[in-house]
């Protein structure tokens, strides 16, 4: 059986619940998409729970689910994914976080965060960030300490070195107007005391280094927030994970704007592909990256692509930027209709969660999948949405099920038994 590649586009929160301004439909349903509706007619349609019914997805979490990998087994922390979908070198031993940089005001011995995100916008980050990267723990001199700025307040932390542990809690209050936390251990082994003991210092340390860094001298003269503390959140390993490679025998690569999606795909053995116009916003170019996506099949086996804005328009609850964000992606898919061979393609569309307008937040209802290509059982759906989809021939399946069935168009399973 010849083998047929695959192309697997996630709208990262496409799902939503019904409407009232839209007369009980929701936004993807009531959007324009004549090329999703055409995407459903020829090819078969169904629901699935990224994770399983009810449950509430993070992305992180659902994307593993989704590539074939339990995260009730593989699942160790937010932080890895974004170090490594930053393109820097993770080692299985280190241990990352997420980190914000963040304005602190002293107040009875506390240092307490009056904006974890000192303003959003700092262009002095990768200043800022070098002025850390690299400092000396007196007490711990057998720890390396790597920080690396990303967007906007946003940078990554990674400790290196041995007796480590991703068993401690956040420095992140999460809540402004609350102190600065101390890092705790959660578990009883050494490791994991040392290693909060060791974020504690570098808090500390952090805050003295940026409080007389030259940049937050300009920014006062600006009156602008200063960018005096890191908050670390999300503390983890980078999971052990067989990649595509080994359990398909796929080579994959994975198109994403934003750190998380990528470092996912990363770790899953894809390779990162970077292309202008993937800006993992509202902003995002669908064209080029469709286009690249495309030219990626010719290297490529598996070709990931994520397109990011529908979910940040679900958490504003702005209905009308995620229809707009439908018929940025139904442009995509209108472009596929010339450059992508269904006779040698499987394309597969759907979400990686639902993110409903008026919840402002991820939800554990299902998405819509749709999956066109050579061998598909067409079902009788002519329409891309929540409704259309319920009543398709895949029914409904969990995001675990989705590898199995592409591989199984694609001519990539082998028989189980004799
Ligand atoms: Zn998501
Ligand atoms: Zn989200």
Redesign the pocket.
């Known amino acids: 059986m010849s083998t047929v590649k695959c192309v697997l586009i996630i709208c990262?929160?496409l799902g939503d619940r019904p409407i009232e301004e839209l007369g009980g439909r929701t936004p993807l349903e009531a959007a324009n998409k004549p090329n999703l509706d055409h995407l459903a007619s020829v090819g078969i349609n169904g629901m699935m729970h990224p994770i399983g019914p009810g449950i509430t997805p993070g992305?992180d979490t659902s994307h593993l689910s989704i590539f074939g990998y339990d995260p009730y087994a593989y699942y160790t922390g937010r932080g890895p994914f974004e170090v490594l979908g930053m393109g820097l070198p993770l080692g299985y031993e280190d241990i990352a976080f997420r980190g914000n940089f963040a304005t602190v005001e002293e107040k009875d011995g506390d240092l307490v965060v009056s904006d974890r995100r000192a303003g959003r916008r700092l262009d002095e980050g990768d200043e800022l960030a070098r002025s850390l990267d690299g400092m000396e723990l007196d007490s711990h001199p057998d720890v390396e300490v790597g920080i690396e700025h990303s967007v906007e307040h946003r940078c990554a932390v990674t400790l290196k070195g041995p007796q480590l542990s991703h068993k401690v809690t956040d420095t992140d209050p999460h809540t402004p107007g609350q102190p600065l936390l101390s890092c705790q251990p959660i578990s009883e082994d050494k490791a994991a005391q040392r290693t909060a003991e060791i974020v504690n210092l570098l808090t500390s340390k952090s805050h003295a280094i940026l409080s007389a860094h030259e940049a937050n001298k300009r920014r006062k003269q600006r009156g602008l927030p200063l960018a005096n503390a890191i908050l670390l959140r999300g503390a983890g390993v980078r999971p052990r994970l067989p990649s595509l490679r080994e359990k398909y025998g796929l080579r994959a690569a994975c198109i994403a704007g934003a750190a998380l999606y990528a470092g996912v795909a990363v770790s899953v053995g894809m390779d990162l592909l970077r292309v202008k116009g993937s800006t993992g916003t509202v902003e995002v170019d669908t064209l080029a990256v469709g286009r690249a996506a495309v030219e990626a099949l010719a290297d490529y086996d598996f070709v990931f692509v994520h397109i990011k804005g529908a979910?940040n328009a679900?958490?504003d609850g702005d209905w009308e930027m995620k229809m707009r964000m439908v018929k940025k992606i139904d442009g995509m898919i209108g472009a596929f209709r010339d450059s992508l061979d269904l006779e040698s393609t499987c394309l597969a569309v759907t979400a990686d969660h639902s993110?409903p307008c008026e919840v402002g937040e991820?939800t554990g209802d299902p998405v819509p999948i749709v999956i066109a290509g050579p061998g598909v059982r067409t079902d009788d759906i002519e329409e891309f949405g929540e409704r259309s989809c319920v009543k398709g021939g895949l029914s409904v399946i969990r995001g675990l099920d989705l590898m199995p069935l592409l591989m199984n168009l694609s001519g990539r399973t082998e028989k189980f038994g004799s």
């Open positions: 990262d929160g992305s979910d679900g958490h993110t991820h």
